[in-house]
Protein backbone atom coordinates (compact mmCIF):
# COMPACT_ATOMS: atom_id res chain seq x y z
CA UNK A 1 0.00 0.00 0.00
CA UNK A 2 1.38 3.43 -0.92
CA UNK A 3 1.72 6.17 1.67
CA UNK A 4 -0.10 9.30 1.60
CA UNK A 5 3.48 10.95 1.42
CA UNK A 6 3.02 10.47 -2.32
CA UNK A 7 0.05 12.38 -2.16
CA UNK A 8 1.61 15.01 0.26
CA UNK A 9 4.04 15.40 -3.16
CA UNK A 10 1.48 15.88 -5.64
CA UNK A 11 -0.70 18.13 -3.54
CA UNK A 12 2.07 20.49 -2.79
CA UNK A 13 3.82 20.94 -6.29
CA UNK A 14 4.66 24.39 -6.71
CA UNK A 15 4.20 25.11 -3.09
CA UNK A 16 7.28 24.93 -0.25
CA UNK A 17 6.62 23.67 3.32
CA UNK A 18 5.89 26.53 5.60
CA UNK A 19 8.08 26.52 8.62
CA UNK A 20 6.37 24.04 10.79
CA UNK A 21 6.21 21.43 7.78
CA UNK A 22 3.49 19.19 7.14
CA UNK A 23 2.78 16.11 9.16
CA UNK A 24 3.38 13.29 6.06
CA UNK A 25 0.83 10.47 6.64
CA UNK A 26 1.51 6.73 6.31
CA UNK A 27 -0.95 4.35 5.53
CA UNK A 28 0.83 1.19 5.35
CA UNK A 29 -0.39 -1.88 7.67
CA UNK A 30 3.22 -1.63 9.04
CA UNK A 31 3.44 2.25 9.55
CA UNK A 32 0.77 3.50 10.63
CA UNK A 33 0.80 6.76 12.27
CA UNK A 34 -3.08 8.54 12.42
CA UNK A 35 -3.26 12.12 12.00
CA UNK A 36 -4.21 14.44 15.13
CA UNK A 37 -6.95 16.68 15.75
CA UNK A 38 -5.95 18.53 18.58
CA UNK A 39 -4.78 22.11 18.02
CA UNK A 40 -8.28 22.86 15.87
CA UNK A 41 -10.13 21.04 19.40
CA UNK A 42 -8.42 23.50 21.29
CA UNK A 43 -9.32 26.38 18.72
CA UNK A 44 -12.67 25.65 17.92
CA UNK A 45 -13.04 25.21 22.04
CA UNK A 46 -11.84 28.93 22.25
CA UNK A 47 -13.45 30.47 19.61
CA UNK A 48 -16.94 29.35 20.92
CA UNK A 49 -16.82 31.84 23.68
CA UNK A 50 -17.57 34.52 20.98
CA UNK A 51 -18.81 32.02 17.81
CA UNK A 52 -22.16 29.69 19.01
CA UNK A 53 -20.41 26.14 18.74
CA UNK A 54 -17.11 27.90 17.12
CA UNK A 55 -18.68 27.57 13.32
CA UNK A 56 -20.52 29.86 11.81
CA UNK A 57 -23.09 27.15 10.31
CA UNK A 58 -25.13 24.36 12.18
CA UNK A 59 -23.89 21.98 9.18
CA UNK A 60 -20.28 22.41 10.91
CA UNK A 61 -21.59 21.26 14.45
CA UNK A 62 -20.68 18.96 15.90
CA UNK A 63 -18.22 17.19 13.46
CA UNK A 64 -16.06 13.82 14.83
CA UNK A 65 -13.54 13.84 16.02
CA UNK A 66 -13.58 17.53 16.20
CA UNK A 67 -14.63 20.65 13.51
CA UNK A 68 -11.64 21.38 11.91
CA UNK A 69 -9.28 24.71 11.54
CA UNK A 70 -7.46 25.12 8.23
CA UNK A 71 -4.71 27.27 7.59
CA UNK A 72 -4.82 26.72 3.47
CA UNK A 73 -6.03 24.85 0.38
CA UNK A 74 -4.86 23.54 -3.08
CA UNK A 75 -5.70 21.28 -5.57
CA UNK A 76 -7.25 18.39 -4.09
CA UNK A 77 -5.93 18.77 -0.75
CA UNK A 78 -6.67 20.96 2.25
CA UNK A 79 -3.44 21.84 5.19
CA UNK A 80 -4.75 21.64 9.10
CA UNK A 81 -3.60 23.68 11.99
CA UNK A 82 -2.24 20.85 13.60
CA UNK A 83 -0.09 20.00 10.27
CA UNK A 84 -2.15 17.39 8.74
CA UNK A 85 -2.51 17.66 4.90
CA UNK A 86 -6.29 15.89 3.71
CA UNK A 87 -7.68 14.96 0.55
CA UNK A 88 -10.89 16.81 0.44
CA UNK A 89 -13.65 15.51 -0.32
CA UNK A 90 -16.19 17.92 1.14
CA UNK A 91 -14.79 20.98 -1.63
CA UNK A 92 -16.71 22.96 0.03
CA UNK A 93 -19.41 21.16 0.35
CA UNK A 94 -19.54 20.69 -3.60
CA UNK A 95 -18.76 24.04 -4.77
CA UNK A 96 -15.14 23.88 -5.79
CA UNK A 97 -15.20 21.46 -8.68
CA UNK A 98 -12.03 22.81 -10.15
CA UNK A 99 -10.23 21.86 -6.79
CA UNK A 100 -9.03 24.55 -4.32
CA UNK A 101 -7.43 28.13 -5.80
CA UNK A 102 -7.29 27.16 -9.51
CA UNK A 103 -4.73 29.14 -11.08
CA UNK A 104 -7.04 30.89 -13.83
CA UNK A 105 -9.64 32.03 -11.46
CA UNK A 106 -6.90 33.30 -9.14
CA UNK A 107 -6.15 35.57 -11.97
CA UNK A 108 -9.58 36.78 -12.83
CA UNK A 109 -10.38 37.48 -9.41
CA UNK A 110 -7.41 39.63 -9.22
CA UNK A 111 -7.60 41.80 -11.43
CA UNK A 112 -11.71 42.47 -10.85
CA UNK A 113 -10.12 43.34 -7.76
CA UNK A 114 -7.67 45.61 -8.95
CA UNK A 115 -10.52 47.15 -10.98
CA UNK A 116 -13.05 47.77 -8.23
CA UNK A 117 -14.78 45.41 -5.46
CA UNK A 118 -18.42 46.64 -5.16
CA UNK A 119 -20.13 49.89 -7.54
CA UNK A 120 -24.05 49.24 -6.75
CA UNK A 121 -24.85 49.33 -10.19
CA UNK A 122 -23.92 46.78 -13.12
CA UNK A 123 -20.80 45.70 -14.67
CA UNK A 124 -20.03 43.92 -17.48
CA UNK A 125 -18.54 41.34 -16.17
CA UNK A 126 -22.00 40.42 -14.79
CA UNK A 127 -23.66 40.35 -17.76
CA UNK A 128 -21.12 37.65 -19.08
CA UNK A 129 -21.63 35.70 -16.33
CA UNK A 130 -25.54 35.63 -17.46
CA UNK A 131 -24.67 35.23 -21.10
CA UNK A 132 -22.49 31.85 -20.06
CA UNK A 133 -25.31 30.72 -17.64
CA UNK A 134 -28.01 31.09 -20.25
CA UNK A 135 -25.64 29.31 -22.81
CA UNK A 136 -25.29 26.33 -21.25
CA UNK A 137 -28.54 25.74 -18.81
CA UNK A 138 -31.25 24.61 -20.90
CA UNK A 139 -34.09 26.36 -18.61
CA UNK A 140 -32.16 29.52 -18.71
CA UNK A 141 -33.81 32.17 -20.58
CA UNK A 142 -33.13 35.05 -18.63
CA UNK A 143 -31.07 34.87 -14.95
CA UNK A 144 -31.15 36.61 -11.58
CA UNK A 145 -27.69 36.74 -9.41
CA UNK A 146 -27.44 36.41 -5.77
CA UNK A 147 -25.31 35.52 -3.19
CA UNK A 148 -26.66 31.72 -1.63
CA UNK A 149 -28.73 28.92 -2.50
CA UNK A 150 -31.43 29.83 0.46
CA UNK A 151 -31.88 33.10 -0.89
CA UNK A 152 -32.40 31.99 -4.89
CA UNK A 153 -34.73 29.07 -3.46
CA UNK A 154 -36.49 32.26 -1.98
CA UNK A 155 -36.58 34.31 -4.81
CA UNK A 156 -37.99 31.51 -6.89
CA UNK A 157 -41.02 30.76 -4.60
CA UNK A 158 -41.82 34.01 -4.50
CA UNK A 159 -41.85 34.61 -8.45
CA UNK A 160 -43.82 31.30 -8.34
CA UNK A 161 -46.52 32.08 -6.63
CA UNK A 162 -47.01 35.72 -7.78
CA UNK A 163 -47.21 34.62 -11.36
CA UNK A 164 -49.80 31.97 -10.73
CA UNK A 165 -51.73 33.50 -7.68
CA UNK A 166 -51.68 30.56 -5.58
CA UNK A 167 -50.04 29.34 -2.26
CA UNK A 168 -49.02 26.03 -2.12
CA UNK A 169 -45.82 24.51 -3.10
CA UNK A 170 -45.33 20.87 -3.03
CA UNK A 171 -41.70 19.70 -1.75
CA UNK A 172 -40.02 16.75 -1.35
CA UNK A 173 -38.96 14.29 2.01
CA UNK A 174 -34.99 14.59 3.06
CA UNK A 175 -34.99 17.31 -0.02
CA UNK A 176 -32.87 19.88 1.37
CA UNK A 177 -33.60 23.84 -0.19
CA UNK A 178 -31.73 26.09 2.25
CA UNK A 179 -32.54 27.40 5.61
CA UNK A 180 -35.79 29.60 5.58
CA UNK A 181 -38.84 29.71 7.14
CA UNK A 182 -41.19 28.74 3.92
CA UNK A 183 -38.68 25.75 2.88
CA UNK A 184 -36.51 23.88 5.84
CA UNK A 185 -39.46 21.45 6.68
CA UNK A 186 -39.46 17.68 6.52
CA UNK A 187 -35.70 17.78 5.19
CA UNK A 188 -34.59 15.23 8.29
CA UNK A 189 -38.12 13.82 9.95
CA UNK A 190 -38.32 11.21 12.22
CA UNK A 191 -40.09 8.74 11.33
CA UNK A 192 -41.71 7.90 14.32
CA UNK A 193 -43.61 11.58 13.62
CA UNK A 194 -43.53 12.33 9.93
CA UNK A 195 -46.90 10.32 9.71
CA UNK A 196 -48.03 7.87 6.81
CA UNK A 197 -45.50 7.08 4.03
CA UNK A 198 -47.97 8.40 1.47
CA UNK A 199 -48.84 11.24 3.07
CA UNK A 200 -46.42 12.67 5.39
CA UNK A 201 -46.80 14.94 8.14
CA UNK A 202 -44.87 18.12 7.19
CA UNK A 203 -42.52 18.73 10.25
CA UNK A 204 -39.96 21.88 10.62
CA UNK A 205 -36.09 21.24 10.75
CA UNK A 206 -36.10 24.16 13.57
CA UNK A 207 -37.04 25.40 16.33
CA UNK A 208 -38.08 29.17 16.07
CA UNK A 209 -39.45 29.09 12.76
CA UNK A 210 -42.96 30.36 11.79
CA UNK A 211 -45.23 27.88 11.68
CA UNK A 212 -47.52 29.34 9.46
CA UNK A 213 -45.23 29.03 6.44
CA UNK A 214 -45.74 24.84 6.65
CA UNK A 215 -49.77 25.51 6.16
CA UNK A 216 -48.59 26.81 2.86
CA UNK A 217 -46.33 23.35 2.04
CA UNK A 218 -47.68 19.87 0.36
CA UNK A 219 -45.06 17.37 1.20
CA UNK A 220 -44.75 13.88 -0.44
CA UNK A 221 -42.66 11.13 -0.57
CA UNK A 222 -40.17 11.91 -3.97
CA UNK A 223 -40.28 9.37 -6.93
CA UNK A 224 -43.51 8.59 -6.54
CA UNK A 225 -46.01 10.35 -9.43
CA UNK A 226 -48.87 8.57 -8.58
CA UNK A 227 -48.98 11.18 -5.53
CA UNK A 228 -47.63 13.93 -7.53
CA UNK A 229 -49.81 14.19 -10.14
CA UNK A 230 -53.11 13.28 -7.46
CA UNK A 231 -51.91 16.47 -5.61
CA UNK A 232 -51.56 18.44 -8.46
CA UNK A 233 -54.40 17.64 -9.44
CA UNK A 234 -56.39 19.43 -6.76
CA UNK A 235 -55.76 22.50 -8.46
CA UNK A 236 -53.74 25.03 -5.65
CA UNK A 237 -50.33 24.38 -6.19
CA UNK A 238 -48.46 26.96 -7.16
CA UNK A 239 -45.10 25.10 -7.32
CA UNK A 240 -43.42 21.77 -6.96
CA UNK A 241 -39.76 21.91 -5.98
CA UNK A 242 -37.02 18.86 -5.96
CA UNK A 243 -33.47 18.16 -6.30
CA UNK A 244 -33.63 16.97 -9.79
CA UNK A 245 -31.28 14.07 -8.51
CA UNK A 246 -31.92 14.00 -4.35
CA UNK A 247 -28.33 15.00 -3.30
CA UNK A 248 -29.13 16.07 0.49
CA UNK A 249 -30.38 12.79 1.13
CA UNK A 250 -28.06 9.72 -0.32
CA UNK A 251 -27.33 10.61 -4.36
CA UNK A 252 -30.55 9.10 -6.06
CA UNK A 253 -31.24 9.39 -9.43
CA UNK A 254 -34.95 9.61 -10.26
CA UNK A 255 -36.36 6.73 -11.62
CA UNK A 256 -37.15 6.72 -14.94
CA UNK A 257 -39.51 8.97 -16.68
CA UNK A 258 -40.08 10.63 -13.31
CA UNK A 259 -39.02 14.31 -13.85
CA UNK A 260 -40.51 14.00 -17.38
CA UNK A 261 -43.96 12.87 -15.47
CA UNK A 262 -43.79 15.72 -13.10
CA UNK A 263 -42.90 18.21 -16.18
CA UNK A 264 -46.10 16.79 -17.67
CA UNK A 265 -48.12 17.04 -14.22
CA UNK A 266 -47.02 20.35 -13.52
CA UNK A 267 -48.19 21.62 -17.10
CA UNK A 268 -51.75 20.36 -17.15
CA UNK A 269 -52.85 21.42 -13.93
CA UNK A 270 -50.85 25.00 -13.82
CA UNK A 271 -47.95 24.66 -11.30
CA UNK A 272 -44.63 25.82 -12.02
CA UNK A 273 -41.64 23.16 -11.64
CA UNK A 274 -38.64 24.49 -9.86
CA UNK A 275 -35.68 22.10 -9.88
CA UNK A 276 -33.08 23.13 -7.60
CA UNK A 277 -29.61 22.22 -8.56
CA UNK A 278 -27.35 23.89 -6.29
CA UNK A 279 -25.54 20.58 -5.95
CA UNK A 280 -26.17 19.33 -9.32
CA UNK A 281 -25.87 22.29 -10.87
CA UNK A 282 -22.47 22.46 -13.42
CA UNK A 283 -21.30 18.95 -11.85
CA UNK A 284 -22.91 17.07 -13.47
CA UNK A 285 -23.11 18.38 -16.58
CA UNK A 286 -21.87 21.75 -17.86
CA UNK A 287 -26.22 21.96 -18.28
CA UNK A 288 -26.59 20.76 -15.02
CA UNK A 289 -29.02 17.56 -13.96
CA UNK A 290 -31.90 19.04 -16.17
CA UNK A 291 -29.29 18.55 -19.33
CA UNK A 292 -28.05 15.14 -18.20
CA UNK A 293 -31.42 13.55 -17.42
CA UNK A 294 -33.05 15.22 -20.72
CA UNK A 295 -35.76 17.50 -18.75
CA UNK A 296 -36.09 20.91 -18.46
CA UNK A 297 -38.02 22.56 -15.82
CA UNK A 298 -39.60 26.61 -15.58
CA UNK A 299 -37.42 27.48 -13.15
CA UNK A 300 -34.10 26.27 -11.73
CA UNK A 301 -32.03 27.70 -8.65
CA UNK A 302 -27.66 26.80 -9.14
CA UNK A 303 -24.97 27.55 -6.70
CA UNK A 304 -22.12 25.96 -5.52
CA UNK A 305 -19.65 24.71 -8.36
CA UNK A 306 -21.10 28.08 -10.05
CA UNK A 307 -18.09 29.74 -8.65
CA UNK A 308 -16.09 27.77 -7.42
CA UNK A 309 -16.61 28.77 -3.96
CA UNK A 310 -17.20 32.17 -4.38
CA UNK A 311 -20.67 33.06 -2.22
CA UNK A 312 -22.58 33.23 -5.98
CA UNK A 313 -25.96 31.65 -6.73
CA UNK A 314 -28.24 32.06 -9.13
CA UNK A 315 -32.15 31.70 -10.34
CA UNK A 316 -32.76 30.71 -13.67
CA UNK A 317 -35.71 30.13 -16.56
CA UNK A 318 -38.51 30.99 -18.57
CA UNK A 319 -38.01 34.95 -19.52
CA UNK A 320 -41.78 35.36 -19.27
CA UNK A 321 -42.12 34.50 -15.98
CA UNK A 322 -38.19 36.01 -14.76
CA UNK A 323 -39.32 39.44 -16.24
CA UNK A 324 -41.70 39.50 -14.11
CA UNK A 325 -39.25 40.45 -11.31
CA UNK A 326 -38.25 43.71 -13.72
CA UNK A 327 -42.21 44.61 -13.10
CA UNK A 328 -41.72 45.88 -10.23
CA UNK A 329 -44.54 43.82 -8.86
CA UNK A 330 -41.93 41.18 -7.32
CA UNK A 331 -39.22 42.18 -5.50
CA UNK A 332 -35.98 40.51 -5.26
CA UNK A 333 -32.96 42.66 -3.89
CA UNK A 334 -29.78 42.27 -2.14
CA UNK A 335 -26.63 44.78 -1.65
CA UNK A 336 -24.22 42.11 -2.74
CA UNK A 337 -26.55 40.49 -5.82
CA UNK A 338 -23.32 40.72 -8.70
CA UNK A 339 -21.05 41.65 -6.71
CA UNK A 340 -17.93 42.07 -9.60
CA UNK A 341 -15.29 39.83 -7.88
CA UNK A 342 -17.68 36.98 -7.29
CA UNK A 343 -19.07 37.41 -11.16
CA UNK A 344 -15.02 37.33 -12.26
CA UNK A 345 -15.29 33.78 -10.35
CA UNK A 346 -18.85 33.11 -12.47
CA UNK A 347 -17.13 33.69 -15.30
CA UNK A 348 -13.51 31.92 -14.92
CA UNK A 349 -15.25 28.96 -13.41
CA UNK A 350 -18.43 28.51 -16.73
CA UNK A 351 -15.51 28.95 -19.29
CA UNK A 352 -13.51 26.26 -17.48
CA UNK A 353 -16.84 24.14 -17.37
CA UNK A 354 -18.58 25.06 -20.59
CA UNK A 355 -16.92 22.54 -23.12
CA UNK A 356 -17.33 19.84 -20.69
CA UNK A 357 -14.12 17.88 -20.69
CA UNK A 358 -13.72 18.38 -16.96
CA UNK A 359 -17.38 16.58 -16.78
CA UNK A 360 -15.54 14.30 -18.96
CA UNK A 361 -12.71 13.33 -16.43
CA UNK A 362 -14.55 13.76 -13.67
CA UNK A 363 -16.88 10.74 -14.97
CA UNK A 364 -13.34 8.85 -15.27
CA UNK A 365 -11.78 9.27 -12.10
CA UNK A 366 -15.16 9.09 -10.27
CA UNK A 367 -15.80 6.05 -11.61
CA UNK A 368 -12.23 4.72 -10.33
CA UNK A 369 -13.27 6.23 -6.75
CA UNK A 370 -16.96 4.92 -6.72
CA UNK A 371 -15.45 1.11 -7.80
CA UNK A 372 -12.25 1.60 -5.44
CA UNK A 373 -14.05 2.13 -2.29
CA UNK A 374 -16.91 -0.21 -3.13
CA UNK A 375 -14.19 -3.04 -3.77
CA UNK A 376 -12.37 -1.84 -0.31
CA UNK A 377 -15.61 -2.10 1.55
CA UNK A 378 -16.47 -5.29 0.03
CA UNK A 379 -13.23 -7.16 0.45
CA UNK A 380 -13.85 -6.27 4.63
CA UNK A 381 -16.89 -7.86 4.35
CA UNK A 382 -18.72 -4.32 4.91
CA UNK A 383 -22.16 -4.50 3.20
CA UNK A 384 -22.36 -0.98 0.90
CA UNK A 385 -24.45 0.89 -1.58
CA UNK A 386 -22.52 3.27 -3.66
CA UNK A 387 -25.35 5.30 -5.71
CA UNK A 388 -25.05 8.71 -7.80
CA UNK A 389 -22.91 10.48 -10.50
CA UNK A 390 -19.34 10.45 -10.84
CA UNK A 391 -19.23 13.53 -9.43
CA UNK A 392 -21.30 13.23 -6.78
CA UNK A 393 -21.84 9.72 -5.27
CA UNK A 394 -23.08 8.53 -1.91
CA UNK A 395 -22.41 5.75 0.07
CA UNK A 396 -24.25 4.05 2.36
CA UNK A 397 -23.23 1.11 4.71
CA UNK A 398 -25.57 -1.77 5.82
CA UNK A 399 -27.75 -1.09 2.79
CA UNK A 400 -27.48 -3.78 0.02
CA UNK A 401 -30.60 -2.14 -2.23
CA UNK A 402 -30.81 0.91 -3.76
CA UNK A 403 -31.65 3.66 -1.74
CA UNK A 404 -34.99 5.59 -3.73
CA UNK A 405 -36.14 8.46 -1.07
CA UNK A 406 -35.99 9.57 2.32
CA UNK A 407 -37.26 6.79 4.18
CA UNK A 408 -35.22 4.11 2.27
CA UNK A 409 -32.29 6.61 3.38
CA UNK A 410 -32.67 5.69 6.84
CA UNK A 411 -31.86 1.92 6.81
CA UNK A 412 -28.21 3.46 6.36
CA UNK A 413 -25.79 2.64 9.14
CA UNK A 414 -25.10 6.29 10.12
CA UNK A 415 -23.18 5.49 12.92
CA UNK A 416 -21.04 3.11 11.53
CA UNK A 417 -20.39 5.46 8.49
CA UNK A 418 -19.15 8.13 10.86
CA UNK A 419 -16.54 5.58 11.98
CA UNK A 420 -15.49 4.91 8.82
CA UNK A 421 -15.08 9.03 8.19
CA UNK A 422 -13.16 9.59 11.15
CA UNK A 423 -11.17 6.57 10.38
CA UNK A 424 -10.41 8.13 6.92
CA UNK A 425 -9.52 11.50 9.00
CA UNK A 426 -7.08 9.91 10.50
CA UNK A 427 -5.26 8.71 7.61
CA UNK A 428 -5.89 11.84 5.45
CA UNK A 429 -8.65 11.44 3.86
CA UNK A 430 -11.44 14.04 4.70
CA UNK A 431 -15.02 12.83 3.64
CA UNK A 432 -18.33 13.91 4.44
CA UNK A 433 -20.14 12.37 7.58
CA UNK A 434 -23.88 12.12 5.39
CA UNK A 435 -21.68 9.94 3.07
CA UNK A 436 -21.67 12.46 -0.07
CA UNK A 437 -18.45 12.33 -1.93
CA UNK A 438 -17.56 15.44 -3.99
CA UNK A 439 -14.83 15.19 -6.40
CA UNK A 440 -12.80 18.24 -8.47
CA UNK A 441 -10.90 18.31 -11.13
CA UNK A 442 -7.66 18.51 -9.13
CA UNK A 443 -8.16 14.48 -7.72
CA UNK A 444 -5.46 13.09 -9.91
CA UNK A 445 -5.81 9.25 -10.00
CA UNK A 446 -3.06 8.92 -7.62
CA UNK A 447 -4.45 11.06 -5.60
CA UNK A 448 -7.68 8.54 -5.92
CA UNK A 449 -5.78 5.49 -5.55
CA UNK A 450 -4.58 6.90 -2.12
CA UNK A 451 -7.85 7.22 -0.62
CA UNK A 452 -9.06 3.95 -1.83
CA UNK A 453 -6.18 2.70 0.16
CA UNK A 454 -7.07 4.50 3.06
CA UNK A 455 -10.69 2.94 3.04
CA UNK A 456 -8.60 -0.02 3.04
CA UNK A 457 -6.81 0.33 6.27
CA UNK A 458 -9.66 2.17 7.52
CA UNK A 459 -12.89 -0.53 6.72
CA UNK A 460 -10.29 -3.46 7.92
CA UNK A 461 -10.55 -1.76 11.61
CA UNK A 462 -14.41 -1.55 11.45
CA UNK A 463 -14.93 -5.38 9.76
CA UNK A 464 -14.76 -6.82 13.32
CA UNK A 465 -18.26 -6.10 14.12
CA UNK A 466 -20.33 -7.05 11.14
CA UNK A 467 -23.41 -8.25 13.38
CA UNK A 468 -24.20 -4.28 13.95
CA UNK A 469 -24.02 -3.53 10.77
N1 LIG B 1 -30.49 23.80 -2.16
C1 LIG B 1 -29.69 22.72 -2.13
C2 LIG B 1 -30.05 21.52 -2.98
C3 LIG B 1 -28.56 22.70 -1.34
O1 LIG B 1 -27.79 21.60 -1.28
C4 LIG B 1 -28.25 23.85 -0.57
C5 LIG B 1 -27.01 23.93 0.29
N2 LIG B 1 -26.41 22.76 0.61
C6 LIG B 1 -29.11 24.96 -0.65
C7 LIG B 1 -30.21 24.90 -1.45
C8 LIG B 1 -28.84 26.20 0.15
O2 LIG B 1 -27.77 26.86 -0.40
P1 LIG B 1 -26.93 27.92 0.49
O3 LIG B 1 -26.23 27.09 1.54
O4 LIG B 1 -26.00 28.54 -0.48
O5 LIG B 1 -27.91 28.86 1.08
Request: glycine share 8%.
Amino acid sequence: MRGAHTAAMQCAIGYRLSAIGYRLLHISEEDTRMAIFDRSRQLVSAAARRIPGGVNSNYRLGIAPTPLVFERAEGACLYDVDGNQLIDYYLGMGSMILGHSPAALVVAVTEQLQRGILFAGQSEVEFEAARLVCSLVPCAEMVRFGCSGSEMVHAALRLARATTGRSTVIKFEGHYHGWFDNILWSVTPPLEQAGPEAAPVPLPDSAGMDLVTGEHLAVLPWNNLALLEERLARGDVAAVIMEPAMCNTSAIIPADGYLAGALAACRAHGAVLIFDEVITGFRVAPGGAQQRLGVTPDLAIFGKAIANGFPVACLAGRADLMEQFASRKIMHGGTYNAQPVAMAATVATLNALADGQVHAALERSGQRLMHGIAAALSEADLVVQIQGFPQIFHVALGVSAPITDYRSSLAANRARYIQLTVGLLQRGVRALERGAWFLSAAHTDALIDETVAAVAATAKTLAYDKVAQ
